[in-house]
């Protein structure tokens, strides 16, 4: 739909007159319509597609770390697709045509489609076995109407195991509210021998699946204050990048936009060298394999790095602007590299590599088999969260300082650097908090 727009003049108004904004015409209701549903399709297979493919490609493998293996070279790829798309395909709809731009790209989804479905008879295929979302429900609907049911009132609690369970193993300890739901009771039995309403009663491998859900959720939570800064920092970097000077040669000028291409390509080569290298020197040294709790944990502190860099830098940009007079004079070039600033994007790209592919790994290893589909796709909740913070974070710095005026050579992006510093110590701290008190389900990757 994005390619017709651009190349059919009727779905888009008509080019505004040079030199003249009076004369722009309005986009109707059928381009505004158009336009909103190509938007909406493309959010919806990207969100269907790009954390579904991890989940399905991770599916194939029985072994931890062979999963761990694939979403590094699961993320090498999409990283490096990025590259291509934040760079070439820009390139081409600049210079060439919108039209051969998202052309290129709707050939190349349906390249990709064409792959998947040659490929389909030879993948491992978990049958659908219901919405998890719904056991959850059912679990906490059960608990609270058995509140008043207590296991330890009675000697020898009778659990529901289900029909065919291999294990009679009874509930843990913990989170024993949820206990209740699993416990049997006369009005649960249908006839002889059988239970039903799952509204009442669910199985203990439901309640235990809930529990592990739960006991997850912290760990993911630190991801939130993780994507927050990085956001933030992804923004402020552009800000400076216009103002400085981007020249690389002296014909060729590196759009401020195009700064964020080097922080992926730091993580894509980052990936490879930490799968291909870091991994196996580690594992070779001390017989175990880099568990993703570690990984994330290191992430945490290259990321509080890449934010210290990124402070001092803005400070010696102050410095520049200061010593050249240019303090009152907006949209004045600051005689100070840009390339300057691919120091802390490329340090928060080598921070990604470690933390992104950990919790994918970390969350698709630990939540309950029935959640494995739903399991990488948080990931993708948790960058919306951040981002959406990083905003509310932005204006809320906008309406209570004056460290983000207008003209950023009047201001003190600095001092946001250095507040983002402190929450990524304060984060880390929680995150070690979490990850301590943590238990692994699998014994393979567990702390």
Known sequence: MLTLIAIIPSLRPSPCSIGSLMTCQAPSKLQYSVLYAALSLVSLGLGGTRFTIATMGADQFNNPDDQEVFFNWYFVALYMSSVFSGTAIVYIQDNVGWGLGFGICCIANGVGLGVLLLGKRFYKQVKPKGSPFLSIARVLVAAIRKRKMSSETSTEPDYYYGAGAMTDNPPTKSIRFLNCAALKSEEDKQFVGSYGNRWRLCTVKEVEDLKTLIKIMPLWSTGIFLSTPIGILSSLTILQALTMDRHLGPHFKIPAASFLVFA?????????????????????????????????????????ICLIGAALIERRRLGVVRSHSLTNQPGSEVPMSALWLVAPLSVMGIGEAFHFPGQVSLCYQEFPKSLRSTSTAMISLLLGIGYYLSTAVTDLVDKTTNWLPDDINQGRLDNIFWMLVVIGVVNFGYYITCAKFFVSQNQNVGQ
């Open 264 to 304: 992926l390509l730091a993580t894509a080569i980052s990936i490879l060298i930490i799968d291909r290298f870091i991994l196996l020197k580690y594992k070779n040294l001390t017989g175990r394999t880099l568990t993703p709790i570690q990984r994330i944990g290191i992430g945490h502190i290259i990321n509080i």
